[in-house]
């Protein structure tokens, strides 16, 4: 199981950090990765990283402002957003898909576990 948490309410340019807990497995074997739904679009992809931390992919739309990490003793992953913006208002989800190697993945097709989502929300 994935239990996002972190959300909240934050004015334009202020710093928002998620964490995305993982139980009942090995969250070593795992990449991991951050995907947002606003309200009426689609759910897109935010930001990656592999299972060893060494890797990771932004989204351009965040590429700067967001950093992915991972605290593999604490079976914990993190995004961290900075500068945010009120178009980065979304509920946000963790995922998860066991895999070893060195390959980043973008498709939400990818993922086979999912957190419950946080909500993100920045005022003008």
């Known amino acids: 199981q994935l239990q996002a948490s972190g959300g909240g309410l934050v004015e334009a340019g202020g710093s928002l950090r998620l964490a995305c807990a993982a139980s009942?497995?090995?969250?070593?074997?795992?990449?991991m990765g951050w995907f947002r739904q606003a309200p009426g679009k689609e759910r897109e992809f935010v930001a990656t990283i592999t299972w060893s931390g060494r890797s990771t992919y932004y989204a351009d739309s965040v590429k700067g402002r967001f950093t992915v990490s991972r605290d593999n003793a604490k079976n914990t992953g993190y995004l961290q957003m900075n500068s945010l913006r009120p178009e980065d208002t979304a509920v946000y989800y963790c995922?998860?898909?066991?895999?070893?190697?060195?390959?980043?993945?973008?498709?939400?097709?990818?993922?086979?576990?999912w957190g419950q989502g946080t909500q993100v929300t920045v005022s003008s």
């Open positions: 995922a998860a898909r066991r895999d070893t190697g060195s390959n980043v993945f973008t498709g939400m097709g990818s993922y086979n576990y």
């Open positions: 009942g497995r090995t969250f070593t074997s795992y990449a």
